[in-house]
Nanobody, 126 residues
Framework: EVQLVESGGGLVQAGGSLRLSCSAS????????IGWFRQAPGKEREGVSC????????YYADSVKGRFTISSDNAKNTVYLQMNSLKPEDTAVYYC???????????????????WGQGTQVTVSS
């Protein structure tokens, strides 16, 4: 059974940093693409960043480029999202999601991912 557990959320002032972790179990980590999504109240879930655990290729949404960094520690089956220069508009519940590479279309939409964590709250105060 695929399990994803997020951690590292919290309350931070604008300009601050947080590092989110996504610990995965129940599947062969190297064969998956892992994504971070976020959903703010009243808004649709949006893709933030994703990484291919097989070759380390990454993608970032324009809104986080240059501020967020995604990385993967395959030995620990964990993906990280380092978030710097946080803004109030980054406030949301952040979710980790996974999809087997062989099924992934390359389109970074939430509907492309079949396994999800429970989410972790990130709140950025102004």
């Amino acid at each position: 059974e695929v399990q994803l557990v997020e951690s590292g959320g919290g309350l931070v002032q604008a300009g601050g940093s947080l590092r989110l972790s996504c610990s995965a179990s129940g599947f062969t980590f190297d064969d998956y693409v892992i994504g971070w999504f976020r959903q703010a109240p009243g808004k649709e879930r949006e893709g933030v960043s994703c990484i291919s655990s097989s070759d380390g290729s990454t993608y970032y949404a324009d809104s986080v480029k240059g501020r967020f960094t995604i990385s993967s520690d395959n030995a620990k089956n964990t993906v990280y999202l380092q978030m710097n220069s946080l803004k109030p508009e980054d406030t949301a519940v952040y979710y980790c999601a996974a999809e087997p590479l062989r099924y992934y279309s390359g389109s970074f939409y939430s509907t492309e991912f079949g396994s999800w964590g429970q989410g972790t709250q990130v709140t950025v105060s102004s």
